[in-house]
């Protein structure tokens, strides 16, 4: 009994790895900052009540220089971040449930946000520029439904793939869900991507090819999904039909209460909501190419396939949208978790300002044509080029030794 006792008294618990006391250490610093998000697309609301208090139509400009010059200076006065959270520390900020409430809460913002640009178009009466800009921020609303959409529909959750769905209605851009997570992930930076752009390739010819191409490529991926299922092509079963229907019911509902005369301002709101993420899809794989390791397969997608932009203020508003690299390679990732890495393809400033010079063509290939040669080092099979303007790129930029 004794020796048995003093086995016992021995036997010492073992001790816990040092990196197991991290997750309870760690505090993350933008924490808080991420409420921004539910702030910052409210700001649809400044310019309206201005206009209501002072009766100038001006007003409504506020929130487009705010987006568009004000964000991009924050940008450059605050600088980036490059801080990580530690590995161990991931899966409790994962499972952390108030980050997730952010993106709970801002849904309905959103939704009540445009619907408000509507209501306010309509009973109004606004000159014309009062109206441009109306729906300038209206379709920025929009712009903010889809970046949310975006963080939603890569989660598992059926809760969070529902509000994806739902929070792309307004703008009538539902296919997204379908076309983004199955399609534009699987073949990003290569030229078989209508949401990657391609070097020489301007905003405007982009377009062109990436909202059509986008459009018909979600109903073939979701043609084939239902196929396999054995089910009707349109039918609630469709991931398409589900957020369209939801379009079409807000719509309908807009105009029983507004009136015809909502409509046109609906579809530019929507066509401008929708041009942003064309704007987004312009910027973040522009010229990087994917290396083909066999006949219709490429190789994994890869950090350094997608542009990265670590600057504070606009990664605070977008869920860290703009660390764009680790979320392709990485896609489950949370957006409270995504990673900076060194030596990738880096924007100078964040999305919005790099939206205003992607709208000036010849400004975009003077930021961005050299930046993008020495991402890649000045090799030609890592390019993703204008097939109209490939010998004529090559000829400019030296390449053809490299080839």
């Given amino acids: 009994m004794r020796a048995r006792l003093r086995t016992r008294k021995l036997r010492m618990p073992t001790p816990l790895p040092a990196h197991a006391a991290l997750p309870s250490l760690y505090r993350d610093r933008k924490r808080y900052a991420w409420l921004l998000s539910l702030l ?3 700001t649809v609301l400044v310019g309206p009540a201005l206009m209501w208090f002072t009766g100038k139509a001006g007003a409504l400009w506020i929130p487009v220089v705010f987006f568009y010059a004000t964000v991009p200076l ?42 408000f640009g509507a209501w306010f178009a309509v009973r109004m009466d606004l000159p014309p520029h009062g109206l441009v800009a109306l729906v300038l921020i209206s379709g920025s609303v929009g712009g903010f439904c889809i970046n ?20 792309l209605a307004p703008s009538g851009y539902g296919h997204f869900y379908v076309e983004h997570n199955r399609g534009h992930h699987r073949d990003a930076s290569t030229p078989l991507d209508p949401a990657s752009s391609r070097m020489g ?4 010819r982009f377009v062109l090819r990436e909202m059509p ?17 054995d089910l009707p092509l349109l039918s609630w079963h469709n991931h398409i039909v589900q957020p369209a229907l939801l379009t079409l019911a807000l719509w309908s509902g807009l105009v029983l209460w507004l009136g015809w005369t909502v409509l046109p301002f609906l579809l530019a709101a929507s066509f401008w909501a929708n041009f942003q993420l064309t704007s987004a899809n312009y910027i973040e794989h522009y010229g990087l190419l994917r290396q083909l390791r066999a006949p219709g397969k490429y190789e994994a997608c890869q950090p350094h396939h997608s542009w990265n932009s670590n600057h504070i203020f606009s990664n605070w508003i977008l869920f860290h949208l703009q660390r764009h690299s680790d979320h392709h390679a990485h896609p489950l ?8 890495f060194d030596d990738l ?5 964040g999305y919005f300002g790099m939206f205003l010079v992607a709208y000036v063509p010849p ?12 991402a890649v080092g000045h090799d030609l099979k890592r390019l993703n080029l204008d097939p109209a303007q490939r010998e004529a790129l090559i000829a400019r930029h030296g390449l053809q030794a490299a080839a």
Wanted: charged letters at 25%; hydrophobic letters at 40%; glycine letters at 4%.
């Fill in 40 to 42: 910052i697309p409210a």
């Fill in 74 to 115: 924050l940008d450059y006065v605050l600088g980036e971040d490059r801080s990580n959270p530690p590995e161990s520390a991931v899966a409790a900020l994962d499972a952390d449930t108030y980050y997730r409430w952010i993106t709970y809460l801002l849904a309905p913002v959103l939704w009540l946000s445009f619907i």
């Fill in 148 to 167: 949310l959409g975006h963080e939603l529909g890569h989660k598992n959750t059926a809760l969070e793939r529902a509000l994806a769905k739902i929070v």
């Fill in 201 to 204: 390739e301007s905003i405007y």
């Fill in 213 to 229: 191409g986008s459009w018909f490529r979600a109903w073939e991926l979701e043609r084939t999904r239902l196929k396999q299922a």
């Fill in 333 to 340: 990732r949370r957006y409270q978790s995504l990673r900076h």
């Fill in 345 to 349: 393809p880096t924007l100078p400033s």
């Fill in 363 to 374: 400004l975009w290939r003077y930021v961005m044509d050299e930046r993008l040669l020495r």
